[in-house]
């Protein structure tokens, strides 16, 4: 009796814990879920041997408040921006045809679609539209508190008044986050 209890509390904590993760999905299935329901993409770019990249994955994607606000607004591709993968995306292939597997758990070559976003730090998070148009990279180690005020611009289509820097500031500062640090 003992035993179908604690594996009855055993298969709940699990299923507790799993139902707070991000859903990440590959970045063709966010562009083709886009198709069916659009949503804005969020693509962590992060590489194997980037410590800030595990802290955020560890302390902002594991947080509760980041997990349900993304699932629920965004689609979530985490992508190696070192790795081998290949990806089409608006009619092209992007490939990583400097990468050398036997550097896989250290620096590595650019994937070439982290160079079609820019991408020159890691972390680095890329917001891309509806229409699987670009946004704007946000580079380096985000907090709950701060991820949440860029989810929240581009989830309320914020960015679209923001026309200065003075604009963006003012955003900025009249920001309060709801997001617990834990």
Same mark, same amino acid.
């Given at each position: 009796?003992?035993?179908?209890?604690?594996?009855?509390?055993? =298969?709940?904590?699990?299923?507790? %814990?799993?139902?707070?993760?991000?859903?990440?999905?590959?970045?063709?299935?966010?562009?083709?879920?886009?198709?069916?329901?659009?949503? *804005? %993409?969020?693509?962590?770019?992060?590489?194997?041997?980037?410590?800030?990249? /595990?802290?955020? $994955?560890?302390?902002?994607?594991?947080?509760?408040?980041?997990?349900?606000?993304?699932?629920?607004?965004?689609?979530?591709? /985490?992508?190696?921006?070192?790795?081998?993968?290949?990806?089409?995306?608006?009619?092209?292939?992007?490939?990583?045809?400097?990468? /050398?597997?036997?550097?896989? *758990?250290?620096?590595?070559?650019?994937?070439?679609?982290? =160079?079609?976003?820019?991408?020159?730090?890691?972390?680095?998070?890329?917001? %891309?539209? $509806?229409?699987?148009?670009?946004?704007?990279?946000?580079?380096?180690?985000?907090?709950?508190?701060? =991820?949440?005020?860029?989810?929240?611009?581009?989830? $309320?289509?914020?960015? *679209? $008044?923001?026309?200065?820097?003075?604009?963006?500031?003012?955003?900025? /500062?009249?920001? *309060?986050?709801?997001?617990?640090?834990?």
């Amino acid at each position: 009796m003992n035993k179908v209890i604690l594996l009855i509390v055993l =298969l709940f904590t699990t299923s507790t %814990i799993t139902a707070q993760k991000v859903n990440w999905v590959s970045f063709e299935e966010a562009i083709a879920l886009q198709k069916e329901a659009p949503r *804005k %993409i969020i693509v962590d770019m992060y590489t194997v041997w980037c410590g800030p990249c /595990k802290s955020m $994955e560890r302390n902002t994607f594991g947080n509760k408040d980041v997990v349900e606000y993304i699932n629920t607004h965004y689609y979530a591709v /985490k992508f190696n921006a070192q790795g081998n993968e290949k990806v089409t995306f608006k009619g092209r292939t992007f490939t990583n045809p400097n990468y /050398k597997p036997e550097l896989a *758990k250290r620096r590595n070559g650019m994937h070439q679609l982290a =160079l079609y976003y820019k991408v020159q730090a890691f972390p680095t998070l890329v917001f %891309i539209d $509806e229409n699987a148009e670009f946004l704007t990279p946000l580079r380096g180690y985000k907090t709950p508190q701060q =991820l949440e005020l860029y989810l929240k611009l581009f989830k $309320e289509n914020k960015h *679209k $008044e923001m026309t200065t820097q003075k604009a963006f500031d003012a955003y900025f /500062k009249a920001f *309060k986050p709801k997001f617990k640090t834990k």
